[in-house]
């Protein structure tokens, strides 16, 4: 890593490297001895306030004995390093020099001492003792130009070694901009800290290391360790990562593994600008063709819900070169979505875009309903028509106007109609015409022509106003209305009789109506003495009713019966004697009694009261035998007898 990449690591990430972060690197300068695995003692120093010491460094035991008279930067390592990492070696021997004070890149610098050993070797701030040398504890001396002191770090314990701990929960994730690894790092020993990591990958059969050198390890705020990308890996294969934490003296602890399979996300990348436009009977996509060489194929898939399930429209897969897609297994007016995904060379479907929608279009356009048809009431119309053919049939619309000048129709129904039938129910009308059409939709809610218009004669259903009475009697057994039409008069073209036994009650026609010119009305089924309640209604000649009049009384007087005439007797004795009686019809609400006299001169009643024009009397008194009748009223009382007559 150059300087200049380190400088803005430090100002874009939150560096929390346990111990490291305040007191060992940040603060005082810091010395690290241990016994690593071998035998062998290590030894680093780092020293990040202040100029690094112009006159070296001088390692010493704790009795001031001489181990390493000075430390001196190693440059065969140095040769074999990064260029980036001899940058930095440049840069901290010009500090060395005297030649800057920069103490950001004297902290990065110092960050890059405690996290690679080769490094520091190479800058002269690490060492491996001579073998064999085994003191107790160490003193770094710090030395100016003129070899006098200018500071001493310890005397530190040498303590062993024991490797760093192997991380946990290691996990691989992989998105388009390659593998991403994060871990979680467990407690460490404080005498030789742990602030770095190395990782390798294992495709198969390539091992490789993909540090160059062990990498700095920085912690988010929540104490988890920053994850590691590999940008680069290889595509369609699984691969297998290995982690190992690497203390400041440069010894790596157990690695701990995890593997996951690589997709090709450029391969699979779906293709951009996906349009679906609906046509009739059909559904046709549009993409930009895919840009990956190592894509494979395309696959379609449709559902009729945004968040699916999809299904897979061409399980067979399509050419990666196409750019347009037909589906003509649709219904017309139903809403689809889209989602077109790529495939990669191992076979795998690629991540899916956002879907795009539409709805099909019927496959032809409706024909304009026929056959249009009324059946007009005094209130309502009811309408027909002939189906129109076509599975895309949604329903149909109904629209009137009041005649061929009206600026625009009026649709009857807000819903579509199913049926061949609609009722319009118009109310009560004063005649006049309405104009009526059809027109059938289809389910992607595209409408056919309409219907021939149809126009209707509106009968008049307006009532006429109620008679006025003018007089009323009830003499001579009847009752007789007299009452005049109210205007307009040529409204009302006759007149019904109602009548009740109460003013509470609407009553029962009686009789037949009569013309409203008429004015008169009579009601001959009645009985004398008693008393009626009366109503009128007009009638117009459309057989609309008006509302009903006052209600009003009329008492009956008792009825004058006429004389009635004599009737005919005629004897005959063959085959047993009897006499036949015959005369004239009696007047209405009239009966008739039928008497013969007996021998002392009374009369007794023969037969009646009675309906009718003849009577017999099978047990006559004889051949000379007198006869005569008299009318009887429905109240029941008796009229004058007619003259006698004599059988002959």
Request: charged share 15%; aromatic share 6%.
């Amino acid at each position: 890593m150059s300087v200049k990449a380190l400088e803005r690591a430090l100002r874009g990430t939150l560096f929390v490297l346990a111990t490291l972060a305040c007191a060992q690197v940040q603060g005082a300068s810091h010395l690290y001895a241990a016994a690593v695995p071998g035998g062998a003692v290590r030894v680093l120093i780092v020293a990040p306030q202040g100029p690094w010491p112009a006159g070296g460094i001088r390692i010493e035991d704790e009795r001031g004995a001489v181990l390493v008279p000075k430390l001196l930067p190693d440059a065969a390592l140095a040769a074999t390093l990064d260029a980036a990492s001899q940058s930095a070696l440049t840069s901290l021997a010009r500090m060395g020099a005297g030649g800057t004070d920069n103490r950001t890149l004297l902290g990065l610098l110092t960050l890059r001492l405690v996290s690679d050993w080769d490094f520091a070797r190479a800058a002269g701030a690490a060492i491996e003792l001579p073998a064999g040398t085994r003191p107790h504890a160490l003193v770094a001396v710090l030395l100016n130009a003129d070899a006098s002191v200018a500071a001493r770090i310890g005397p530190v314990a040498i303590v062993q070694d024991a490797t760093p701990p192997a991380a946990s929960s290691l996990h691989a994730e992989a998105s388009a901009a390659g593998v991403s690894l994060s871990w979680q790092t467990p407690a460490q020993a404080e005498a030789v800290p742990v602030y770095a990591y190395q990782v390798e990958r294992n495709s198969g059969a390539v091992q490789e290391r993909l540090t160059l050198h062990p990498q700095l390890m920085t912690l988010q705020k929540n104490g988890v360790a920053n994850p590691y990308m590999d940008h680069a890996p290889p595509l369609g294969l699984t691969l297998n990562y290995a982690l190992a934490l690497v203390d400041v003296l440069g010894i790596a602890g157990p690695a701990t593994t995890t593997s996951l399979y690589s997709p090709d996300f450029e391969a699979g990348a779906p293709p951009g600008q996906l349009h679906a436009q609906g046509g009739r009977g059909l559904i046709t996509l549009t993409w930009t063709p895919i840009s990956s060489a190592r894509s494979t194929g395309l696959v379609i898939e449709r559902a009729q819900l945004v968040a699916g399930p999809y299904e897979l429209l061409t399980p067979e897969g399509l050419n990666p070169k196409l750019a347009r897609f037909e589906d003509h297994q649709v219904q017309a007016g139903a809403n689809y979505y889209y989602r077109v995904r790529a495939v990669t060379a191992d076979g795998t479907l690629g991540a899916s875009g956002d879907p795009v929608h539409a709805a099909a279009l019927a496959a032809s356009p409706l024909g304009a309903p026929q056959g249009l048809s009324a059946e007009i009431g005094s209130s309502e119309v009811a309408l027909h028509w002939q189906a129109v053919p076509g599975a895309s049939l949604a329903g149909y619309i109904i629209e009137r106007r009041a005649s061929a000048s009206a600026p625009r129709w009026a649709r009857l129904n807000t819903r579509l109609l199913s049926q061949t039938t609609y009722l319009d129910a118009i109310g009560p009308s004063a005649g006049g015409s309405f104009e009526y059409r059809v027109t059938a939709v289809a389910s992607d809610e595209g409408q056919s022509a309409p219907s021939a218009s149809l126009k209707v004669a509106l009968k008049d259903s307006t009532p006429p106003p109620a008679p006025r009475l003018i007089a009323s009697s009830g003499a001579a057994g009847e009752v007789e209305i007299r009452f005049a039409p109210a205007e307009p008069l040529a409204k009302s073209a006759q007149v019904l009789l109602l009548r009740s036994e109460s003013a509470e009650e609407e009553g029962l026609v009686i009789g037949a109506p009569v013309a409203a010119a008429a004015g008169l009305i009579r009601d001959t089924w009645v009985e004398g003495g008693q008393a009626y309640w009366y109503r009128l209604v007009a009638l117009d000649a459309a057989g609309n009713r008006s509302a009903l009049s006052e209600a009003f009384k009329v008492r009956v007087a008792a009825a004058t019966l006429p004389l009635p005439a004599a009737p005919q007797a005629i004897y005959a004795k063959d085959p047993a004697p009897q006499v036949r009686l015959t005369f004239a019809p009696p007047p209405a609400h009239v009966r008739i009694l039928v008497e013969v006299a007996r021998a002392d001169g009374t009369w007794r009643i023969l037969q009646g009261p009675m309906e009718g024009t003849s009577a017999i009397d099978t047990d006559p008194p004889g051949a000379q035998g007198s006869y005569r009748i008299v009318y009887v009223a429905d109240s029941g009382g008796p009229g004058r007898a007619s003259a006698a007559v004599t059988a002959h």
